[in-house]
């Protein structure tokens, strides 16, 4: 998916943003300080890792001081060093201090999720395996969150329920069983004549010989299989599908995982449990 801080979403995240910080206005600003006065600020990141969010930072900024002029020193999906300016910001003091909490927020959880995905990222060199993001993520910010994922090395899985066909436990279970549900789930996209990719989650064995034998997968979620059957069902996939493990990956057994030969690797801890990379904003004098 191609990201941009000018999409629907990052506007309806800002704005209403925003709204909920800003409310009938900054009065601490106003009680303080000139509304004519322009200053000078600089994003200075406070812990190594990767960065992620500067345009989302600039859009923020922008959305409140269309005049306002940022100069950057690093860029998105870059490693950094504790004591790196990211940027400069020259703009109207009143506005700066409005966009500062909430561009802050955003830039560091977006470079909290990209250090984390890159850590994976790093853990899985020399193999073929690539790291998945889930759904799950913070409410209204999975764009951003996403976006993190990818700037962190990492690989998107579907966006939405809109966007694939993902036949889970669940799903089987309410519809009679694995082949049932394949079946339904085919039916209804020719039916539909949606263009969508169906992925299968698989439990056992006897599922991905099921699947391998089913047209018009798009790949095979091997779902909490300890190491010795995620290698036979790789095996038996191989040539036919890709496959994805799932369940239970942390930083501790992912390489162990990838070993197996899976083609990828999905990890809900990359959005879910999100370690804000430190960064502030301060005045220049």
Known sequence: MQFSAQSPEVSF????????????????TRATLPTDRRAQMQALIKADGVVAGLAVAQAVVLALDPSAELVFHTTDGARVARGTVA??????????????????????RMSGIA??????????AGTATRVLDTRKTAPLLRYIDKWAVQLGGGVNHRIGLYDAILIKDNHIDFAGGFLPALTAADGYRKAQGLDLPIIVECRTLLDVETACNFPGLERLLLDN?????????????????PTEASGGITPANVRAIAETGVDFVSMGSLTHTVAALDISLKALA
């Open 13 to 28: 995240l800002i704005e209403h943003a925003l709204r909920e910080d800003i409310g009938t206005g900054d009065h601490t």
């Open 225 to 241: 299989m300890p190491p010795d059957t995620l290698r036979r069902a790789v095996a038996l996939a191989r040539g036919t599908y």
């Open 87 to 108: 940027f400069t910001i020259t703009g109207s003091t009143h506005r700066l201090l409005m966009a500062e909490r909430l561009l802050l927020n955003l830039m560091q």
């Open 115 to 124: 250090t984390q995905t890159r850590s994976v990222v790093d853990l899985l």
